[in-house]
């Protein structure tokens, strides 16, 4: 079955603990890209990558690092989680940039940073 | 920077009418045009999306309507059924190359029986 597979679920962790959320896809596409979910705001982009080893500043990529060292994995890295990263997180990859396609998303992260 | 605006923010109908949410959009280089659905709960997923080169794509119940000079699009549901109560998201790119996503704050519809 195609899909997007995020870990863990859920978590919840204190200020300054390191963390990463993984995220895999297979799907072999090569577009893979990071969210996160607040109310009021809708969806916001974190981070992407147009493939392995190249990934670029979405809208909010203060706080976060990202990797893309094999084209299936694009783990989601807080270094030093502070409360204002709590949120609801979601990976998507879609076939290829500039082809126009759709977005398939993972289930979701959600992150209490206490 | 783009900036999307979705209106209305919140829409209740009655089942079986319809129901029209409108995004605009302030970068002219988009010529991509999706809608997403989100349930409670639940991942976004896709329900329609549209190409520059088209002025109108329909899918069952549900149509999109672009009007690029005015730099808006529509999402259209007919009929509509209470399992379309959710959150609706339109998601232009922010360049030709949609790489660059810019999500609007959304729209919760709400069927009512």
């Known amino acids: 079955e195609a899909q997007v597979t995020q870990n863990p679920r859920y978590l919840i962790t204190v200020t300054g603990k390191k963390l990463t959320v993984t995220c895999s896809q297979n799907?072999?596409?090569?577009?893979m890209s990071w969210y996160r979910q607040d109310p009021g705001l809708g969806l916001r982009q974190i981070y992407y990558s147009m493939n392995v080893e190249v990934t670029d500043k979405g809208d909010v990529p203060e706080g976060y690092k990202v990797s893309r060292k094999e084209k299936r994995n694009f783990p989601l890295i807080l270094e030093s989680p502070s409360p204002n990263q709590t949120s609801l997180y979601f990976c998507?990859?879609?076939?290829?940039?500039?082809?126009?396609?759709?977005?398939?998303f993972g289930d979701g992260t959600r992150l209490s940073i206490l | 920077g783009e900036n999307v605006e979705q209106h209305p923010s919140t829409l209740s109908v009655q089942e079986g009418d319809s129901a029209v949410i409108k995004c605009t959009y302030s970068?002219?280089?988009?010529?991509?045009f999706p809608w997403y659905k989100q349930e409670l709960g639940k991942r976004p997923q896709l329900i329609i999306d549209i190409r520059s080169n088209v002025g109108e794509k329909k899918d069952q119940r549900i149509a999109v309507t672009l009007n690029k000079t005015a730099k808006h699009f529509s999402l259209h549901i007919t009929e509509t059924q209470p399992e379309d109560s959710a959150v609706y998201f339109c998601?232009?790119?922010?360049?030709?190359?949609?790489?660059?996503?810019?999500f609007g704050p959304g729209t919760r519809l709400s069927v009512l029986p």
């Open positions: 970068d002219s280089a988009s010529n991509y």
């Open positions: 998507a990859s879609s076939r290829a940039p500039g082809a126009h396609q759709p977005q398939h």
């Open positions: 799907m072999n596409h090569e577009y």
């Open positions: 998601a232009p790119p922010l360049d030709n190359y949609g790489q660059n996503f810019v």
